[in-house]
């Protein structure tokens, strides 16, 4: 019984280039939240997605940020041009319907040199 | 002032002792309310979820909220070396509001042997 997959874990990348991370949510889940967690901070909601669509994207930056959710495959989060404080860990969070718990997966900690 | 306020600890504690962490919120439209804990460089796991005013008990676990205060608290009983991480309080409102959830900053905890 996999529980929400991320990958990858960790993931390093120079200013201005593109960060690709993925989320397979767990088995019969069809939502999907993404959330960033800062040095010092709580988690911060970014984004919600069911299949193909984006329900709620309040706290997604309103650039170089998008995410996605296709009918096949996991869910990505794309942050192109990436800056230094970019730098976080990335947590996706998945739940069976909208009334449900999330639960959230490993993590992916991005590093922008 | 922040949504959610959580007081950041360290909280260190001897082995056996009963540990209360708390929450409190602004946002009277919140209805569901939950306890992640999170070890260091992993992913939250939830650990109690709870609606509207109450407690609910798990094992060691106890959850309490009163929404008249706004004020929500996890009990640990007879506390173990193993429950020494980050404890983050979440929460939600109805669904028509969004299903993002608002986290507090976590609480670090040590029980110590």
């Known amino acids: 019984n996999a529980g929400v997959m991320q990958n990858p874990r960790h993931l390093v990348r120079r200013r201005g280039q593109e960060a690709r991370l993925r989320c397979s949510p767990m088995k019969g889940h069809s939502h999907v939240y993404w959330y960033r967690q800062l040095p010092e901070e709580g988690l911060k909601f970014m984004v919600y997605?069911?299949?193909?669509?984006?329900?709620?994207e309040s706290g997604m930056p309103k650039e170089r940020f998008s995410a996605e959710f296709p009918k096949e495959g996991p869910s990505i989060l794309r942050i192109q041009q990436v800056v230094r404080g970019d730098s976080a860990a990335y947590f996706c969070a998945s739940s069976p319907g909208s009334e449900n718990e999330q639960f959230f997966g490993p993590g992916t900690r991005l590093t922008v040199l | 002032q922040k949504e959610v306020e959580q007081d950041p600890g360290p909280l260190s504690v001897p082995e056996g002792a009963i540990v209360s962490l708390n929450c409190t919120y602004s946002n009277s439209a919140f209805q569901y309310f939950m306890w992640y804990r999170q070890y260091s460089r992993k992913g939250p796991e939830l650990l109690m979820y709870?609606?509207?005013?109450g407690n609910k008990e798990d094992g060691r676990f106890t959850a309490q909220v009163d929404k008249s205060s706004k004020y929500i608290s996890l009990f640990i009983r007879d506390s173990q070396p193993s429950d020494s991480a980050t404890y983050l309080c979440a929460m939600r409102g109805l669904t028509g509001g969004g299903n993002k959830l608002t986290f507090g900053t976590g609480t670090q905890l040590k029980v110590e042997l």
């Open positions: 997605l069911q299949k193909e669509n984006i329900i709620d």
């Open positions: 709870t609606y509207s005013s």
